[in-house]
């Protein structure tokens, strides 16, 4: 298992380590100080009403001696419960879609989720529903082989749809708890896209059910603020239980989680550390917020 502390070590260095510098310049917080901080709250990328959230709730705070506590617990209340999946719950098969802009690591962290599902004794199936990109399906059977996770695809071009239809059929005769289903993120027009998406959704529900079929949607922590306003018009017609947020390794702005929570009112369910399969992580909130505040 990896070090989650060590993963957040850009935006420890970039966001936490130069805030409790402020923090430690004196006893009191000067206004200049509580200038700093703001300007450092949103340079995180947490967002301006969570930063307006911790500046009200700093400026009745007069001693600096427990800023601790303070970044804890008011980075704790913005993340509030994380309502993850229950991986015990009994309806199966559960159909995933996973969704969001190119290039964000869809296919990357479905073979992650695979893995992850599987470790915890899961039967797994993973659908190449992308079927627009060449390569996007080579990319996950590279996968499906190293995991030994069963894939179903058909040729580029293809309908995606109907690969969800036959990977959900496949999910309920083989008694498997969960297919992955991969999409594109990128066709000729959005529009084209999201109706692409909504017609998965559809057919997945006609195999599987209602209650049965959901999706993540991915987000790259690279991207910052500007993947929010995208990421709502994905979520648009489609259920999405959580957000897979990806590269949190590479970023220095991990504040970007908060402003998630704040502005989709989604929760953060897994969290991407690393190109390997074994880094991610379902998303705690106070282990997250202990690793990025720690020593
Ligand atoms: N550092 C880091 N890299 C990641 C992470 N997740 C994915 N990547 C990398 O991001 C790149 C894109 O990942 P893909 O999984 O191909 O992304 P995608 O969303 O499927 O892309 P398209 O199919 O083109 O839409 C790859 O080089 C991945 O290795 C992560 O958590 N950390
Ligand atoms: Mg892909």
Redo the contacts with the bound molecule.
Sequence with gaps: MFNLKTRLKKTRDGFVSPLRRVFQRGAHLTLEDQDAIEELLIGSDMGVDACDRIMDALKEQRETSDYQDFLRREFLELLIENNGEDINASATPRAIIVI??????????IAKLGNYYKKNGKKVILAAG?TF?AA?QD?LGLWAQRLDIELIGHKQGGDPAAVAFDACTAAKSRDADYVII?T???LHTRVNLMEELRKIHRVCIKVLGDDSVYAYL?LDATLGQNSLHQAKEFTRGIPTRGIIL?????TAKGGIVIAIRQALGIPVSFI????GVD?FAPFDPAEFVDALLSM
């Design positions: 969001g802009v190119n290039g964000v690591g869809k296919t990357t962290s992308d990109r996007a990319q991969d594109a993120g990128r991915t990806t590269k949190l390794d590479s991407g550390v690393g190109e880094d």
